[in-house]
């Protein structure tokens, strides 16, 4: 039988892959690219880009292709026996990667390309690579070299068993609740929750620490002893503080293991921590500019903050009777302040909000701003809820259209499936140096949200709206690009802190009337969103903006004084203590242990990263005020801004680095203002 990781003719066979299949198909993947691998560092191979992307870059992107469908699968479909085949392929995939990029030979060849002989894109990815073969340790030596590469096969296995216990311990809570405790959750939560516990043979409510159950319950539940019980369990996972029986998850030792891997690698190539060594390829030019950042944003943000805890507190006090609240009656408090303060709940705008209705509201906006088609179509998947599309730009001569790149599109959270939000490849756009046809991009979007209830579309809260958004601009960063030369087309080669701009850029679209309008349709009625909600769901839009902006800077200053002035062998508790003193209005209980499940810098990419999502909304809320300058009448859109945006952002990728796209499309440096004036924190006289 044909292996179905072996072919590289059209999209991944989803449904044929087996967990039986990984490791003969590496093994030939990995035999071909170290041919390639050896071929092209032989002396008599001439130092010429095309020469070398004809038969490393071929071999080594179809190892990527294949490794990246299983890293899919492992992400998305987990089961222990792919589990078991994933991480026993891992370290020789790693080990080849590892080799790869730091070998002298082909580090030579590199340096001996004549840059003059490049396209623009061409020498863009040169640099990059150059610049990539130092910080993969090229230039180490003896030992030191070997030590290296010792150093990513022990971090590649750290990481992944960090993710598998943060998916084990959510996976392993259920708590079936009676009717009675359940007082005050939403009607569509209690179906959901009753069909699962019927589905595990169970009477009453399977409650589970998935946010779409997790999340109601603590805004809704009327019971605080249920409110803690879920709280306790959540912010406990993966921890020591986890009841007994889901200790065996805890990432304690897998946090100081990973960061003192880290601190080493950083070191062995000069550096003097780990912070120093992540932002070299990134746009911040130090951790003191990143950390400078982010106590300035805290100092602006904190008056906001502080007056959102005292709104809280006196509601809680006067309205429900709580004088002293407890971590688990935030999330309650602030729901019901919410309500009472701008007439509406979550719950109620769900409503309004069908998978089916917001996916085609999505696709219009996309397709009149950015001048494509999105049409559903048809390929192999891993999972009967997820979906295929198309995206086409029409022909200007009335010829057919073409095909611009093509998505897969996962909502739904469930059991084997790795929690939150991401985007990621499945292949770049890329004029083959093999067959000399252009490539085009394909990419997965992943979420979490609520399935399916009793025969009722699946229905979205605003912020899970928001997260599509979201994802499907990093989708469009990816799909859109015009570049032809894999390395820089699309997300690749974008800086990681400007990675954020376009999907955060998205996110903005989701509070104007002219595009939310399209996207709504009541689940029972068909009405539209009436425009008084929609009022109102926009008075409430910067609802404690200062408490939610202090805690994105506490995740991101704690990240990156973990990775820069923290001691790998000590517990990580106390650093966080200290981050929380300074910018946070609210401190947890001692024993929340959140870190151990912060998957972004432990499994993520994001170690000493984080901040990337301010540093990036800086950018993209100046990106979309070019929007708001130049909007009609009618408040739609500027097709002639978008037509700007795409071409000067979207297409351009990672071909030239992001501050030149930025000013490409503002004709300026980005400002904060911007930033300050979406999230309601203007000091107003």
Same mark, same amino acid.
């Given at each position: 039988?044909?292996?179905? &990781?072996?072919?590289?003719?059209?999209?991944? %066979?989803?449904?044929?892959?087996?967990?039986?299949?990984?490791?003969?198909?590496?093994?030939?993947?990995?035999?071909? %690219?170290?041919?390639?691998?050896?071929?092209?560092?032989?002396?008599?191979?001439?130092?010429?880009?095309?020469?070398?992307?004809?038969?490393?870059?071929?071999?080594?992107?179809?190892?990527?292709?294949?490794?990246?469908?299983?890293?899919?699968?492992?992400?998305?479909? @987990?089961? /222990?026996?792919?589990?078991?085949?994933?991480?026993?392929?891992?370290?020789?995939?790693?080990?080849?990667?590892?080799?790869?990029?730091?070998?002298?030979?082909?580090?030579?060849?590199?340096?001996?390309?004549?840059?003059?002989?490049?396209? /623009?894109?061409?020498?863009?990815?040169?640099?990059?690579?150059?610049?990539?073969?130092?910080?993969?340790?090229?230039?180490?030596?003896?030992?030191?070299?070997?030590?290296?590469?010792?150093?990513?096969?022990?971090?590649?296995?750290?990481?992944?068993?960090?993710?598998?216990?943060? &998916?084990?311990?959510?996976?392993?809570?259920?708590?079936?609740?009676?009717?009675?405790?359940?007082?005050?959750?939403?009607?569509?939560?209690?179906?959901?929750?009753?069909?699962?516990?019927?589905?595990?043979?169970?009477?009453?409510?399977?409650?589970?620490?998935?946010?779409?159950?997790?999340?109601?319950?603590?805004?809704?539940?009327?019971?605080?002893?249920?409110?803690?019980?879920?709280?306790?369990?959540? $912010?406990?996972?993966?921890?020591?503080?986890?009841?007994?029986?889901?200790?065996?998850?805890?990432?304690?030792?897998?946090?100081?293991?990973?960061?003192?891997?880290? !601190?080493?690698?950083?070191?062995?190539?000069?550096?003097?921590?780990?912070?120093?060594?992540?932002?070299? *390829?990134?746009?911040?030019?130090?951790?003191?500019? $990143?950390?400078?950042?982010?106590?300035?944003?805290?100092?602006?943000?904190?008056?906001? %903050?502080?007056?959102? &805890?005292?709104?809280?507190?006196?509601?809680?006090?006067?309205?429900?009777?709580?004088? @002293?609240?407890?971590?688990?009656?935030?999330?309650?408090?602030?729901?019901?302040?919410?309500?009472?303060?701008?007439? +509406?709940?979550?719950?109620?705008?769900?409503?309004?909000?069908?998978? *089916?209705?917001?996916?085609?509201?999505?696709?219009?906006?996309?397709?009149?701003?950015?001048?494509?088609?999105?049409?559903?179509?048809?390929? #192999?998947?891993?999972?009967?809820?997820?979906?295929?599309?198309?995206?086409?730009?029409?022909?200007?001569?009335?010829?057919?259209?073409?095909?611009?790149?093509?998505?897969?599109?996962? #909502?739904?959270?469930?059991?084997?499936?790795?929690?939150?939000?991401?985007?990621?490849?499945?292949?770049?756009?890329?004029?083959? #140096?093999?067959?000399?046809?252009?490539?085009? #991009?394909?990419?997965?979007?992943?979420?979490?949200?609520?399935?399916?209830?009793?025969?009722?579309?699946?229905?979205?809260?605003?912020?899970? $709206?928001?997260?599509?958004?979201?994802? +499907?601009?990093?989708?469009?960063?990816?799909? !859109?690009?015009?570049?032809?030369?894999?390395?820089?087309?699309?997300?690749?080669?974008?800086?990681?802190?400007?990675?954020?701009?376009?999907?955060?850029?998205?996110?903005?679209?989701?509070?104007?009337?002219?595009?939310?309008?399209?996207?709504?349709?009541?689940?029972?009625?068909?009405?539209?969103?009436?425009?008084?909600?929609?009022?109102?769901?926009?008075?409430?839009?910067?609802?404690?903006?200062?408490?939610?902006?202090?805690?994105?800077?506490?995740?991101?200053? +704690?990240?990156?004084?973990?990775?820069?002035?923290?001691?790998?062998?000590?517990?990580?508790?106390?650093? !966080?203590?200290?981050?929380? @003193?300074?910018?946070?209005?609210?401190?947890?209980?001692?024993?929340?242990?959140?870190?151990?499940?912060?998957?972004?810098?432990?499994?993520?990419?994001?170690?000493?990263?984080?901040?990337?999502?301010?540093?990036?909304?800086?950018?993209?809320?100046?990106?979309?005020?070019?929007?708001?300058?130049?909007?009609?009448?009618?408040?739609?859109?500027?097709?002639?801004?978008?037509?700007?945006?795409?071409?000067?952002?979207?297409?351009?990728?990672?071909?030239? *680095?992001?501050?030149?796209?930025?000013?490409?499309?503002?004709?300026?440096?980005?400002?904060? @203002?911007?930033? &300050?004036?979406?999230?309601?924190?203007?000091?107003?006289?």
């Amino acid at each position: 039988m044909t292996n179905p &990781l072996l072919s590289f003719d059209d999209l991944p %066979a989803f449904d044929q892959i087996r967990p039986e299949h990984i490791e003969p198909a590496l093994e030939q993947l990995l035999t071909q %690219a170290n041919q390639a691998l050896e071929s092209v560092t032989a002396p008599a191979f001439e130092a010429k880009w095309d020469n070398m992307a004809r038969v490393l870059d071929v071999a080594t992107e179809q190892l990527s292709r294949a490794w990246g469908a299983v890293s899919h699968l492992n992400s998305v479909a @987990d089961s /222990p026996e792919l589990r078991a085949a994933f991480n026993t392929a891992l370290p020789k995939v790693t080990e080849f990667y590892t080799r790869l990029g730091a070998d002298e030979r082909l580090y030579a060849k590199y340096k001996a390309i004549d840059a003059n002989t490049l396209t /623009p894109e061409q020498r863009q990815a040169h640099k990059n690579a150059l610049r990539n073969f130092v910080l993969g340790g090229a230039e180490l030596q003896g030992a030191a070299r070997e030590r290296f590469a010792a150093i990513q096969e022990l971090q590649a296995a750290a990481s992944q068993k960090f993710s598998e216990n943060a &998916l084990d311990a959510t996976d392993a809570f259920a708590y079936y609740a009676t009717l009675d405790e359940l007082n005050g959750v939403p009607h569509d939560i209690l179906q959901a929750a009753q069909s699962a516990a019927q589905a595990d043979g169970k009477e009453g409510y399977k409650l589970t620490l998935k946010m779409p159950c997790y999340l109601p319950i603590m805004q809704f539940a009327k019971s605080s002893a249920l409110r803690e019980k879920l709280y306790r369990a959540y $912010v406990t996972r993966a921890s020591n503080q986890a009841d007994e029986a889901s200790q065996k998850f805890d990432n304690s030792e897998l946090i100081k293991e990973l960061l003192a891997l880290r !601190l080493e690698e950083a070191q062995l190539l000069g550096y003097a921590n780990f912070a120093t060594l992540s932002v070299v *390829p990134k746009m911040a030019e130090s951790p003191d500019k $990143v950390i400078h950042f982010l106590r300035d944003l805290a100092t602006r943000a904190k008056p906001f %903050a502080e007056q959102d &805890l005292a709104d809280m507190r006196s509601f809680a006090t006067e309205q429900l009777g709580l004088t @002293d609240p407890q971590a688990w009656d935030w999330p309650y408090v602030s729901e019901k302040l919410k309500e009472v303060r701008y007439a +509406f709940n979550e719950q109620e705008v769900k409503q309004y909000f069908p998978l *089916p209705k917001v996916l085609a509201g999505l696709f219009q906006i996309v397709e009149t701003l950015f001048e494509v088609q999105i049409r559903e179509d048809h390929a #192999p998947v891993w999972h009967e809820d997820v979906r295929f599309y198309r995206i086409e730009r029409a022909a200007t001569d009335g010829a057919a259209s073409t095909l611009v790149g093509q998505f897969y599109l996962d #909502p739904t959270a469930r059991n084997g499936k790795r929690g939150g939000a991401w985007m990621d490849d499945v292949r770049a756009r890329w004029l083959r #140096p093999d067959t000399h046809t252009l490539q085009t #991009p394909v990419a997965h979007l992943v979420c979490n949200f609520a399935a399916s209830v009793a025969g009722r579309p699946a229905l979205l809260t605003h912020d899970d $709206v928001t997260t599509l958004f979201h994802e +499907f601009g990093h989708g469009l960063h990816h799909l !859109l690009t015009q570049v032809n030369e894999r390395d820089v087309s699309g997300i690749s080669g974008v800086e990681w802190d400007a990675v954020e701009l376009p999907s955060q850029f998205m996110e903005n679209f989701c509070w104007e009337w002219e595009v939310l309008k399209n996207m709504t349709s009541h689940v029972d009625t068909d009405e539209p969103l009436p425009r008084a909600l929609f009022d109102k769901m926009l008075a409430a839009k910067n609802f404690q903006s200062g408490m939610q902006t202090l805690r994105q800077i506490e995740f991101s200053l +704690f990240d990156m004084l973990l990775h820069s002035a923290h001691d790998p062998a000590q517990d990580i508790m106390p650093l !966080l203590q200290q981050v929380r @003193d300074e910018v946070a209005v609210l401190q947890p209980p001692s024993w929340s242990r959140t870190a151990h499940t912060f998957s972004h810098i432990f499994a993520g990419g994001y170690a000493a990263g984080y901040y990337s999502y301010k540093w990036a909304e800086v950018l993209s809320a100046d990106a979309y005020a070019a929007f708001e300058e130049t909007m009609g009448a009618e408040g739609q859109p500027s097709l002639d801004t978008g037509r700007r945006y795409r071409q000067a952002i979207l297409e351009a990728g990672g071909s030239r *680095p992001a501050i030149e796209s930025f000013k490409a499309f503002r004709g300026r440096e980005p400002l904060l @203002d911007a930033l &300050l004036r979406h999230q309601g924190m203007v000091q107003t006289r």
